[in-house]
C-alpha cells in the first residue's frame, strides 16, 4: 500500500515521484495508486498548483542597502569597544545585567511577571546581545 | 553528494569571514540571496517586507562572525535565522494591521507582474485567480506548517534539515508537512 495522503512520508514520495527519482518499480506502483485514487491525485495536483507561486527577482539595490547597514553598525560597534577600552568597562557591564534582569523581573506581583510579553523577553534578548557588543574584542 | 559538497563550501567561507575576509560574505550573499529572499517573501506575502527580512538575516550572519562554529549545516543556520526573523515579523504585523493590507500590496505586486507578460486579458485573469488562491492557501496555514512547507516544497531541504531549523524531531516535522499538504489539498485540488 502506498497511499500517499495515508503515510507520513508522502510528501516526500511525492516530491520523488514528481521529479522521476523513484525507481521503476515504486514509480509504476505509484502510476497506478494515483489513477485510482482521488486523494493521492488530489495532492499531485496540489504540489504542481504550488508551482504557481512565483517569486520576483531581488531588486538591484539589495546588496548595496545590506553592506550599508553593516557598516553603520560596524561604526557604532567600534564606537562602544572605544569607549569600554577604559578600567569602567567590566562596571558597565554589571549595571547591563541588572538593567536586562530588571526588565525580566519587575517589581510588582507575580501575575504581572508572568504577564511579561514575549516582546520583554526579545528585548532582553536584544540586551544580551548588545552585552556581548560589550565585550572588548580589540586584537 | 552535491549537498555535503555545498556545505563545506559554506562552511569555509563562513570561517574565512571569521578571519576577517569580507569577500567571502560577499561570496556567501551570492549564494544564499535569492533562497533567503524567496523564502521570506512566501512566507510574508510583501516585497518590501521580504527583502527587509533578508538582510536582516545577513546581518545576524555578519555580526555571528567572530563566534561561528561549523557545528550545524549553514543552510539550516541560515534557515533558522530567516524562520526567526520571519514569525516576528508576521506576528508583529498582525498587531499592527490585519491582514488585509498585506493582500493588497500582493496584488498590486502580481498585477505588475502578470501585465510585464504579454497574455491575453482573459488568461491573465484566470492565471490572477489561481494565483491568488494558491497564495491565500499559503498563508492560511499556521506559521509553523507555513514556514515547513515553503522549504520542503520550494527550497529543496529535507525531513532532517527542517526539523534542525525548526528544532523539532524529524517524526514531528513529517506529521506537520503531512498536516500541511492536507490543508493545502483541501483548500486547493478541487478548484482546479
Ligand atoms: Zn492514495
Keep these: ?139 | 553528494m552535491e549537498a555535503v559538497v555545498a556545505l563545506e563550501r559554506d562552511a569555509q567561507l563562513m570561517l574565512r569571514v571569521r578571519e576577517g575576509d569580507d569577500t567571502s560574505f560577499g561570496l556567501l550573499l551570492e549564494r544564499h540571496r535569492g533562497p533567503m529572499v524567496h523564502f521570506l517573501y512566501r512566507m510574508v506575502q510583501n516585497q518590501a517586507v521580504s527583502e527587509e527580512l533578508a538582510q536582516e538575516v545577513f546581518l545576524r550572519v555578519y555580526r555571528s562572525r567572530e563566534t561561528y562554529e561549523p557545528t550545524a549545516k549553514f543552510t539550516t543556520w541560515l534557515f533558522r535565522i530567516a524562520t526567526h526573523v520571519a514569525l516576528n515579523s508576521i506576528r508583529d504585523r498582525k498587531k499592527e494591521k490585519g491582514h488585509e493590507s498585506l493582500d493588497e500590496e500582493m496584488l498590486d505586486g502580481m498585477e505588475r507582474q502578470v501585465a510585464d507578460r504579454q497574455q491575453t486579458v482573459e488568461q491573465e485573469m484566470v492565471h490572477e485567480v489561481k494565483l491568488r488562491e494558491v497564495r491565500q492557501a499559503i498563508e492560511a496555514l499556521p506559521a509553523k506548517q507555513r514556514a515547513a512547507v515553503l522549504m520542503h516544497k520550494y527550497e529543496g531541504l529535507d525531513y532532517a534539515q527542517i526539523a534542525g531549523v525548526l528544532s523539532c524531531s524529524e517524526s514531528a516535522i513529517k506529521s506537520l508537512l503531512f498536516r500541511a499538504y492536507e490543508a493545502l489539498r483541501g483548500r486547493l485540488a478541487h478548484m482546479a
Design chain 1, 1 to 139: 500500500m502506498i497511499c500517499l495522503s495515508r503515510n507520513e512520508q508522502g510528501a516526500e514520495l511525492l516530491s520523488s515521484y514528481l521529479a522521476k527519482t523513484l525507481d521503476a518499480a515504486r514509480t509504476a506502483e505509484l502510476d497506478r495508486h494515483i489513477r485510482e485514487c482521488a486523494d493521492c491525485r488530489g495532492l499531485a495536483m496540489v504540489w504542481e498548483r504550488l508551482d504557481e507561486f512565483a517569486v520576483p527577482e531581488v531588486t538591484p539595490g539589495f546588496d548595496a542597502r545590506l553592506y550599508a547597514r553593516i557598516a553603520r553598525e560596524e561604526a557604532r560597534v567600534l564606537g562602544w569597544r572605544k569607549w569600554l577600552w577604559r578600567p569602567v568597562a567590566p562596571l558597565a557591564a554589571a549595571a547591563a545585567v541588572v538593567a536586562a534582569v530588571l526588565i525580566v523581573h519587575p517589581f510588582g506581583s507575580p501575575d504581572a511577571a508572568k504577564q511579561a510579553s514575549k516582546t520583554e523577553i526579545e528585548q532582553v534578548a536584544q540586551a544580551v546581545d548588545d552585552l556581548d557588543l560589550l565585550t572588548p574584542i580589540d586584537r
